[in-house]
């Protein structure tokens, strides 16, 4: 690649790292109203920042050049590695004594919004700590829409949406109508949140808990204001607005903004909503069954409980109202089944995404009518439009390499000296960005505070790696990448 594009990527990555440290003003603004100390951990943490930011930005600035895949994956991976970097500087400052792995951690967590966390006695948090990770959630979720419905396609590693699908012309021009589109993302993006934060401010929430939930829930981070997240309030009705938000917030965005813009109800019929309605529903309700028939829990509250567990981990939010590792063995396991799945393409969840499962499946029964049938043609298709080759080999590339990754990142926490529930479900919840692990150390009722370093450096990159929908980060790793 030529020094044009390192100059441009940089420039670029620069310029967002220099508005998230101006974002950092708006926690200095809240420890000041409430009179902590730490408003000056913000105040200092935006001037360093910034001011790096803005001279990287001064030194590289130059002319734009032509968008091609090599500058995109450069860009995408810069983007996100300085995000990441500056939303750390305020943790590792702050009055918490974070060491630096532990808040590069958390940074990268709130930043990719897969919500675990190494802080303990979140109830007595510095408020602008607490704002710093939900603020962090909410920008970041705009980041992985924006990433999802206009990069990552162009890309082909991910972000089969309904708007390119609808839209032949973005094939080939990956930010057609972007200007129209990014204003109807956030508008609808803002509606969301507000109508999220008002409506757990009706139901219970003090006005600090509302926001601070609302903007994790709508980013699909899973971080909360207590330690006990929602089962701080002991609110059934909490749980079932909870679980509308997660579930809406794991939708297509781009369909979203069609239905709220337009009123367009029929595209709600997208394949993968229906999938990942369909298997959300169907772990619900095996989990209320369960819970009712086995540990003879009251038939609501098993209702409500089970479909907040179930939305909260396939939409990768990370939320917890109870340990539900004390739930029995089944629901454990439906646990672990449902940490790898995720929602759908084109949100801010993560996880393996449902179209992908759809096109897999699809794939494998043509492959097996072939056998039968091996002079016959059968195409593959998602929904009325047929899956080209190329990308079922991008999502069968995508699948083995997250499978992989997941059990080589087992091994070296296994070699680190954890045991294997631990090992391999920190490994799969830091890949599909969902936040809890299992077991209890990492489960719902722990949390990360006591792994080592070494861990926590490697989970740090395998939420990254889920972010970036893995290939994307080690495309940038090949020789041949940095050749002409």
Known sequence: MNATIYRSAINIAALAGLYLSIAMLIPAF?????????????????FLTGGLCLLTVAATRAGPPPFNRKMGFLLVNLLWFVASLVGTVPFWL??????FAEALFEGVSAITTTGSTVIVGLDNAPPGILVWRSLLHWLGGIGIVALGLFVMPYLRVGGMSFFKMESSDTTDKPFARIVTFTRAFVFVYVLFTLVCAVTYGALGMNRFDAINHAMSTIATGGFSTHDASFGHYNSLPLLWAASFFMTISSLPFSIMIVLVVRGRLDTLRDPQIIVFLSYLSAFAIAATLYQ????????????????????SILSTTGFASDDYMLWGEFIVALAFAATFMGGCSGSTAGGMKAYRFIIIFKSIRAGLYGLLYPN?????????????????RAVFLFFSTFMVIWAAGSLVMGALGYDM????????????????????IIGPAGNFSTLSDPALYLLSLMMLLGRLEVLTLLVILTPVFWKN
Do not use: E, I
């Open 376 to 392: 016959a043609v059968y195409s593959v298709r998602y929904g009325t439009t047929v899956v080209d080759a190329d990308l079922q």
């Open 30 to 46: 809240v420890d000041l109203v409430y009179g902590h100390p730490d408003w000056k951990v913000f105040a200092v943490s935006a």
């Open 292 to 311: 009712r028939l086995v540990n003879g829990t009251d038939m609501y509250a098993a209702l409500a409980h089970s479909f907040f567990t179930v939305s």
């Open 421 to 440: 529930v631990t090992a391999a479900s920190a490994v799969a919840t830091a890949l599909a960005n969902v936040g809890a692990g299992l077991g209890p």
């Open 94 to 99: 702050s009055s918490l004594d974070l060491d």
